[in-house]
């Protein structure tokens, strides 16, 4: 026969105190997942103290009467789509009026497509199209938006978080350093070629993009892609859509479409293409 080998006993994780072998008693009177928090807070020392308590009482009186004390010396501010509604920019979700009830028009997959990445690639021309009517410069920050201003001028702000793509908070004088645009924002763009990422001011985007550009390459990359097509009898454009360039009887039409000023005569268009 052969010895049998000594295994070491499992080492627990935790060793139960007295208290907690009566508190097992009245464990099938809560939750597991509530039991095991108790235990584990109470192994490891957590939540023997209470917390201190720094409002008088939770309404907004009294957050502003502690905002206005010395106590007070930072303030985060987490915002969303809400605070611009008042504005005249529409939310997400809201029924009827929400931004994702009315996209029936730009004939999406699903509502937030229009601001997937992937999708832009391949259609960019809902994102623009919408882009087109939320651009900043038509809308004027809200109270809400003022009122981090004056925290900020209070010496209060320390950060906003914001879900919002607007530059609302940009525009009531916020500056970069203090605010995590989440989601993005119209403030800047970058070129969508990884070799390249040229950033792009909003002025920018708003005096090409909303007359017609369809494209998430700046025009250098745009001219680049196209060219190295050569003579190819079907030449697309970044977006993979046709060039319009190619076989239209009124080529600088495509000023307006997808790049401005490119390809000179870089590429010929044939007699025979012409209508």
């Not at 080492?11 to 007295?18: G, I, M, P, T």
């Not at 809400?82 to 009026?97: M, N, Q």
């Not at 079907?234 to 401005?260: D, H, N, R, T």
Request: glycine letters at 8%; hydrophobic letters at 35%.
């Amino acid at each position: 026969l052969t010895k049998p080998v000594n295994q070491p006993r499992p080492r627990r994780l935790f060793q139960a105190s007295d208290s907690d072998a009566d508190s097992d008693a009245g464990a099938s009177g809560e939750s597991e997942m509530e039991f095991l928090r108790n235990l584990l807070s109470r192994t490891l020392g957590l939540g023997s103290e209470k917390p201190e308590k720094v409002l008088d009482e939770l309404t907004l009186e009294g957050v502003s009467r502690f905002m206005q004390s010395e106590k007070c010396k930072n303030v985060v501010c987490m915002v969303g789509a809400g605070i611009s509604t008042s504005a005249g920019i529409p939310d997400f979700r809201s029924p009827g009026t929400g931004l994702y009830a009315n996209l029936q028009s730009y004939k999406l997959p699903y509502p937030e497509a229009i601001f997937e990445i992937n999708f832009f690639k391949q259609h960019p021309e809902p994102f623009f199209a919408l882009a087109k009517e939320l651009y900043p410069g038509q809308f004027k920050p809200t109270v809400c938006h003022y009122f981090m201003r004056l925290l900020k001028e209070k010496g209060l702000l320390l950060r906003c978080y914001t879900q919002n793509i607007d530059t609302l908070e940009r525009v009531a004088g916020l500056e970069p350093d203090e605010l995590v645009e989440a989601h993005g924002t119209f403030f800047t763009s970058h070129c969508l070629r990884s070799s390249c990422r040229q950033q792009y001011s909003l002025n920018w985007m708003k005096g090409t993009r909303t007359r017609g550009g369809r494209s998430g390459f700046c025009f250098p990359c745009s001219r680049d892609f196209i060219k190295a097509q050569g003579a190819a009898g079907e030449v697309y454009c970044p977006s993979g859509q046709k060039c319009p360039l190619v076989g239209s009887s009124v080529p600088w039409a495509f000023m307006q479409g997808e790049i401005a000023t490119i390809l000179a005569g870089d590429i010929r268009v044939k007699k025979e293409r012409d209508p």
